[in-house]
């Protein structure tokens, strides 16, 4: 039984059995996702098909791609080991917080993973007296200025 899933415009990946498993198109994929299994969740073109068209596009409608792998960190720590596993595997990384952009800044590379980081939204060690802080990348200006506003900063 063959299993047909689109990719984007006219690309297409068609999976026929044990072919799939050995395809050298995928090797990469499976060993990123051996290798980071434990930093987070996938979404695979394998395991939730149905899911990955969330994250093909943002806002616009002009231009989408459908991503072959989307990875969502337990936490902010697990996103460099991640991105190192990445660039080892020569494999493009699409960064997706909110895709609420205008611009398809977050619209996946062809063959590319998408690494989500909206749901990352702790503010890790602020420094009141200096104005520092340390923040995850899926914290919003607004949630950002009610943590400091307070303290006169915004």
Request: charged share 15%; aromatic share 10%.
């Given at each position: 039984m063959s299993n047909f899933f689109p990719l984007s415009?006219?690309?297409?990946?068609?999976?026929?059995?044990?072919?799939f498993s050995t395809s050298p198109l995928f090797k990469h994929y499976r060993i990123l996702i051996e290798s980071c299994a434990k930093q987070g969740q996938?979404?695979?073109?394998?395991?939730t098909p149905e899911w990955l068209s969330c994250y093909e596009r943002?806002?616009?409608?002009?231009?989408?791609?459908?991503?072959?792998?989307?990875?969502?960190?337990?936490?902010?720590?697990?996103?460099?080991?991640?991105?190192?596993?990445?660039y080892q595997l020569n494999l493009p990384i699409t960064i997706r917080c909110g895709g609420t952009g205008l611009v398809g800044s977050c619209v996946p590379s062809t063959e590319g993973v998408v690494l989500?980081?909206?749901?990352?939204?702790?503010?890790?060690?602020?420094?009141?007296?200096n104005g520092i802080i340390n923040l995850d990348p899926g914290v919003t200006v607004r949630q950002l200025n009610r943590h400091v506003e307070a303290d006169h900063w915004f």
């Open positions: 415009g006219s690309q297409s990946v068609h999976f026929l059995g044990q072919q996938f979404l695979s073109f394998e395991t943002d806002a616009q409608h002009l231009q989408a791609k459908l991503p072959l792998l989307v990875f969502r960190p337990h936490t902010s720590a697990s996103i460099a080991p991640f991105v190192q596993a990445c989500l980081t909206g749901h990352l939204k702790q503010m890790r060690q602020y420094d009141a007296k």
